[in-house]
Nanobody, 125 residues
Framework: VQLQASGGGLVQPGGSLRLSCTAS????????IGWFRQAPGKEREGVSC????????WYASSVKGRFAISRDNAKNTLYLQMNSLKPEDTGIYYC???????????????????WGQGTQVTVSS
């Protein structure tokens, strides 16, 4: 199971980025996928997730209405569209697989088994 996050970069406040999480060695739709981020000096936190098969999603309250998670099964890739970015969205973003995702509860990194390398997102003017 291998995951690769990409799509990060430097963007001005109010801008947008789309992160990709590409899977190799397994079918993405067979796994629940979570997005996490870690800001400098802070613990890693859950941002969003999509449950396998039925596509149930969850968003952290800090990103709800601005971020959207989606999946392209043909490309075996999961996306995180990030709009109206704020400086506090800055951090390293990771995708992870094989965890828990419910629309009613936040996700935690200890619940996820497989991790990709992160991608840096910097929101700054």
């Amino acid at each position: 199971v291998q995951l690769q996050a990409s799509g990060g970069g430097l963007v001005q406040p109010g801008g947008s980025l789309r992160l990709s999480c590409t899977a190799s060695g397994f079918t993405l739709d067979d796994y629940t996928i979570g997005w996490f981020r870690q800001a400098p000096g802070k613990e890693r936190e859950g941002v969003s997730c999509m449950r396998r098969r039925d596509g149930v999603t969850w968003y952290a309250s800090s990103v709800k209405g601005r971020f959207a998670i989606s999946r392209d099964n043909a490309k075996n890739t999961l996306y995180l569209q990030m709009n109206s970015l704020k400086p506090e969205d800055t951090g390293i973003y990771y995708c992870a697989a094989e965890g828990i995702c419910s629309s009613l509860a936040p996700i935690y990194d200890e619940e996820y088994d497989y991790w990709g390398q992160g991608t840096q997102v910097t929101v700054s003017s």
